[in-house]
């Protein structure tokens, strides 16, 4: 009987080619994986003979597949400004990609009781300046 890649093994190795293939369609058309990077399948077939004559035969088959496609994102930071806290979103993104940072204390401290509501002129839940009365014509204002 003639030694042909479908016979070496028992069908063994054309098992493991098919495997192989099978590895690489499927690393190609992974959505996540580089798009342009070149897959590979080796084949090695090693013979080493031996003193009786006959002939050890070792196979297998390597794949080469590409990685994972480099994907890019920006992460907004920003400090809280009642709490101090630091926290980064993905841009575009509600929700907290990353969890709080430790408190950074003021540079200053705030001696005098704080002012809360209308009397401070902005809402302290959320930031919202009131209104302090009609606007100011900046072209007037010059010196």
Do not use: C, W
């Amino acid at each position: 009987m003639a030694i042909t890649f479908d016979s070496i093994g028992n069908g063994d190795l054309a098992a493991k080619f098919r495997n192989a293939l099978g590895v690489i369609g499927r690393n190609i058309v992974d959505p996540n994986m580089e798009l342009d990077a070149a897959r590979e399948i080796t084949v090695g077939i090693k013979f080493k003979p031996n003193e009786s004559g006959a002939i050890e035969v070792t196979y297998g088959i390597k794949t080469k597949l590409a990685g994972p496609a480099k994907a890019k994102t920006t992460f907004l930071i920003g400090q809280d400004a009642r709490t101090g806290r630091i926290e980064m979103t993905e841009h575009r993104n509600g929700r907290p990609q990353v969890a709080a940072y430790e408190v950074i204390p003021a540079a200053q401290e705030v001696t005098e009781p704080e002012r809360v509501g209308a009397e401070a002129g902005f809402d302290p839940e959320t930031g919202e300046i009131y209104e302090t009365g009609k606007p100011i014509d900046l072209r007037k204002q010059r010196a």
